[in-house]
């Protein structure tokens, strides 16, 4: 069974077809990139799994996405409970105007969680995985917003894992990023997809191939081709994907 | 290029312009506040009786000099004798009590009859008496002043006097008392109780239409409160007066419906528009991505409001307070309709009647005659409020740039 899977998924705005129908299937604790020119429809696609398009008022949506093989657009699912199993890490970096601690925390106050120790063992933890803790241990109190651009994204990510989501969705987390803090956050994913699995929208071709296990290439609301990483920037099977792989378009 | 040098002479001739236009500005607020000043502050050196008015004694009598506060205890016969004077018994001779004055000392008829027609005949009448009574003391015009007695100075109306007086009484004969404290305690009060009514509905309903009302309602709700910025306050007043006045006495149970809580709870409604707008906007520049972080980690709409908006919001939120405040304190038609405009020290009491700052200056300038001391009172009235709109202004920038800071 898949981790995750898109049946026969459509999307509108308004009268805007975004997705044509798409069937795709993710496996557990892999990690899956999306490609493709912009607007193609990355973004629209990876928040349908935890149904961020729902905020947008004139978004339709049609077909089904599985998690663990139920519905999550059955109307018994709550997508706020859904959130917290598939956590998102956003282009920018947005940490709350609050103190790091707090930032991390703030996944786990909204559970109504109270216990200070346990609390605060969760917070470690999720810094320990997001490869901040060293940074930051000594200056827990201070303002997030004093971080720099790398460190407030990987702050991000430590308040994304502190609820022990299973699923993580990263929408062109490095692209504000310098490279020391881009290869910084490569390597955590690579060390993240033993717990999680990972879907990320990029549109730098090297991350994808150094990151992901798979690759599924958009263009103009159609999934091309998804196929192994490897196969996709070496031996891709549309003429399509090789155009864009080798930067003859997009 | 003729017409590039044209451009260029444009864009110096408007750049001139504005910087002309900021600069007379900053002069004009600048010439303003030192008018109020000059003009409030000529209230304390000036003599603490009316302006026609001169004191004087038996030429005996060594004092020369009477100040503020001997003079009310005088007026208000507390001091009954002169200590420096052979402890003779005072007696006072003004314009209230002359008539009384002259009947005890046997003057038989009506006054007129036997001064003059103008009273030509009254300062030699006050010399005999002088000589009977050598404790008097007369406070009258200079010409009906015998000869013979001895003018005092007056001392000035002290600044100690006007802040902590608790009597209002700018037209009493012939020593005003100008205690500002009713007035500025009245400001203060229906203030607080406005800001009270405004806290309770203002954030919650800016919160309401930026974050929960569905698109029609919204329609509908926000030219209503654009409507509600644009009335003058005077109609609002007269709603007051017609509706909220008598709901209130019959409600309470009053003599008047004329009270503190009648001006608070319309001076909150004038309020609401200024806070309701600005603390929408303030909630509105909450950042989308914010609210999709929050969101996107399963909280709920309602946990994302209170956690995430109201806390970015709050400097702006804080800020509309403030504005809202502000037009509170210097708010002066509609108080003057409803609040009863009685000048009387009321403690916390908000069934009371009071007279408010603005209130006084709009109610009292048109009968106080210019240059003298009541006009002079009520600019001094006019720093008061100025000083106190100016302190809460400053208190908020820097609640607000604190705040902002901290972010
Ligand atoms: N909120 C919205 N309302 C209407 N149309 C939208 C909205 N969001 C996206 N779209 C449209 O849907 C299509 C897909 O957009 P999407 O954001 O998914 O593209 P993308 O592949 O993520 O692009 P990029 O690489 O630039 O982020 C675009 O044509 C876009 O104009
Ligand atoms: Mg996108």
């Known amino acids: ?250 | 290029m003729a017409r590039q040098a044209e451009q260029r002479f444009g864009s110096l001739f408007w750049q001139a312009f504005i910087k002309a236009c900021g600069y007379a500005s900053s002069v004009l607020v600048l010439i303003i506040v030192l008018f109020l000043f000059s003009e409030g502050m000529g209230l304390f050196s000036s003599p603490a009786i009316d302006r026609e008015l001169v004191a004087a004694v038996h030429p005996d009598n060594p004092i020369t000099e009477i100040d503020e506060e001997t003079l009310h205890a005088l007026l208000g016969e507390e001091i009954t004798t002169w200590a420096d004077f052979r402890s003779a018994k005072v007696e006072l001779v003004n314009v209230n009590n002359l008539e009384k004055k002259l009947k005890a000392y046997g003057l038989q008829g009506r006054p007129e009859d036997v001064l003059g027609q103008n009273f030509e005949r009254l300062p030699l009448l006050l010399d005999s008496m002088l000589t009977v009574h050598p404790g008097m003391l007369i406070i009258l015009q200079p010409h009906f002043v015998p000869q013979r007695a001895k003018q005092v100075n007056v001392g000035h109306i002290s600044l100690g006097r006007f802040l902590a007086g608790r009597t209002w009484d700018p037209t009493r004969s012939p020593s005003p008392l100008f205690g500002a404290l009713p007035l500025l305690w009245g400001t203060i009060l229906v203030t607080l109780g406005a800001l009270f009514f405004a806290l309770l509905l203002g954030p919650p309903v800016a919160m309401y239409m930026a974050e929960l009302a569905p698109k029609p309602i919204y329609r509908w709700l926000k030219p209503t409160v654009e409507l509600l910025a644009g009335i003058p306050s005077v109609v609002f007043g007269f709603i007051g007066l017609v509706v909220l006045v008598p709901n209130i006495q019959v409600v309470f149970g009053l003599d008047s419906g004329s009270t503190v809580l009648a001006g608070c709870m319309l001076l909150a409604v004038i309020a609401l528009p200024t806070i309701i707008s600005v603390s929408e906007d303030a909630i509105r520049a909450v950042p989308r991505t914010l609210k999709e972080a929050s969101l996107g980690m399963g909280a709920t709409h309602w946990q994302t409001m209170i956690r995430v908006i109201v806390p970015y919001s709050a400097p702006g939120i804080l800020a509309a307070i403030l504005l809202g405040v502000g037009r509170i304190v210097g708010e002066t038609m509609a108080v003057l309709m409803v609040t009863g405009n009685t000048p009387q020290m009321v403690g916390f009491d908000f069934l009371a009647s009071v007279r408010t700052m603005s209130a006084a200056i709009a109610a009292e300038m048109g009968e106080a005659p210019q240059g003298g001391l009541h006009y002079k009172s009520l600019f001094a009235v006019g720093c008061l409020l100025f000083l106190l709109t100016f302190i809460i202004n400053l208190v908020g920038e820097l609640l607000v740039a604190k705040k902002i800071k901290q972010r």
């Open chain 1, 1 to 250: 069974m898949f981790k995750l899977e898109a049946k026969n998924v459509e999307v509108f705005y308004g009268e805007n077809r975004a997705l044509h129908p798409i069937q795709m299937g993710i496996e557990r604790n892999t990690v899956t990139a999306l490609i493709g020119p912009s607007g193609c429809g990355k973004s629209t696609f990876l928040r349908l799994f935890n149904r961020m398009n729902d905020l947008i008022d004139n978004c339709r949506i049609s077909g089904e996405v599985l998690l663990d093989g139920q519905n999550i657009y059955d109307n018994s699912i709550d997508p706020v409970d859904l959130r917290k199993k598939v956590g998102m890490v956003f282009q920018k970096p947005n940490p709350f105007p609050k103190s790091i601690f707090e930032n991390v925390a703030f996944g786990l106050r909204i559970n109504g969680i109270r216990d200070k120790k346990y609390i605060a063992e969760k917070v470690e933890k999720a810094l320990h995985l997001s490869a901040l803790w060293d940074e930051v241990k000594d200056t827990l109190n201070k303002s997030a917003i004093e971080l720099s651009g790398g460190q407030q994204q990987r702050l991000c990510i430590a308040r994304a894992l502190a609820v022990e989501p299973s699923v993580l969705l990263m929408d062109e987390p490095t692209s504000a990023l310098d490279p020391i803090s881009t290869a910084k956050i490569e390597q955590l994913i690579d060390q993240l997809k033993s717990e999680f699995t990972i879907v990320i929208v990029t549109h730098n071709m090297q991350q994808a191939g150094r990151v992901s296990n798979r690759t599924a290439f958009f263009h103009m609301g159609e999934l091309v081709e998804y196929d192994n990483t490897k196969n996709i920037f070496t031996n891709p099977a549309k003429e399509r994907t090789q155009r864009y792989v080798t930067g003859r378009f997009g």
